[in-house]
């Protein structure tokens, strides 16, 4: 079912990919556009050696984990306002349930779940091969400035 | 590599220089800082960190934080005691101010020690350590190899 509303969306998910090509951080971490869904927007990011946090150990750095979520979560923000306005994460806090798989590439998920005049509030996970077994959770919140 | 035999060497060279040869560091560009005692970590502005025009990606100064953290924390454990496994778990950051094109620095310190938990808050800042664009709560599982 995920997979038809993609392809419904197909028109505003390559013009996103296209968006995120252009950040030049997501583009040095392999960061593309995965999918939107229901409120719920998808990254991914593909395994790379120069991700690792250890040398050979093959297992993609936190802080990496941070940075894919912190990127989905804006997006999530930014796709479900009515008008285009920049906006800034207050703060993200994950909670890294288990290591991930080693030389996988990583899923973000994330739900802006309420949105008020000035700010926005995300959650999200951080999956490999099954949401059920997500690697990381997130909670977030935004501030919209141009909003207030 | 795994964790430990990183946080074995990092200790046995005993500064910070042992960061720079992560792989997740090197791509950010991240090197420690020489000058003074304590540890502090610098990235260089690079293109490659930013997140919108002008601005630095919040997930690059997550990740210099989480680094920043990880080395001080190594650094602090009992020398006289086999290192543990270091497990971040929960990782807390607040986003102050945008970080601009230019050198970003951090530096940790520990605010609790346990046998199980470590505690630990990093900030960063460009201009001044008094103005910090961001912070870290890090709350880390140290696992002890069973005796």
Redesign the interface.
């Known amino acids: 079912m995920a997979e038809e509303i993609l392809t419904g969306m197909l028109g505003r998910t390559s013009m996103m990919g296209r968006a995120l090509d252009h950040v030049p951080h997501m583009k040095a971490l392999g960061i593309s556009f995965r999918g939107i869904d229901d409120g719920w927007v998808e990254l991914e990011m593909a395994y790379s050696p120069d991700l690792v946090a250890y040398p050979d150990s093959g297992v993609i750095a936190n802080g990496a984990i941070f940075a894919l979520m912190d990127s989905t979560a804006g997006i999530a923000v930014v796709t479900g306002l009515r008008q285009s306005m920049p906006i800034a994460t207050i703060d993200m806090r994950l909670d890294y349930l288990h290591p991930p798989a080693p030389f996988e590439r990583l899923i973000g998920r994330a739900q802006c779940y309420k949105y008020t005049r000035s700010m926005a509030f995300v959650r999200g996970l951080a999956y490999q091969d099954s949401i059920d077994h997500p690697v990381a959770n997130m909670v977030g919140s935004f501030v919209l400035p141009g909003a207030a | 590599?795994?964790?430990l035999?990183?946080a074995n060497e990092l200790r046995r060279s005993g500064r910070g220089e042992r960061i720079e040869?992560?792989?997740?560091a090197?791509?950010?560009g991240v090197i420690a800082d020489h000058d003074g005692s304590d540890l502090k970590l610098i990235m260089p502005y690079r293109?490659?960190?930013?997140?919108?025009p002008g601005r630095?990606?919040?997930?690059?100064i997550?990740?210099?934080l989480?680094?920043a953290a990880l080395s001080t924390l190594v650094l602090a454990l009992p020398e006289d005691e086999p290192l543990p496994e270091i497990?971040?778990?929960?990782?807390?950051?607040?986003?102050m101010r945008?970080g601009g094109m230019r050198d970003t620095f951090a530096a940790a310190t520990i605010t609790r020690l346990g046998r199980r938990i470590a505690n630990l808050r990093a900030v960063a800042w460009q201009y001044d350590y008094s103005r910090p664009i961001a912070a870290a709560n890090l709350n880390i599982v140290l696992a002890r190899a069973a005796t």
Not at chain 2, 47 to 52: A, H, V
Not at chain 2, 56 to 60: I, P, W
Not at chain 2, 87 to 92: F, I, N, Y
């Open positions: 590599m795994t964790t035999e990183w040869t992560l792989p997740y090197v791509m950010l293109e490659s960190l930013i997140g919108s630095l990606h919040g997930g690059a997550a990740g210099l989480e680094l497990k971040p778990v929960t990782v807390t950051v607040d986003f945008e």
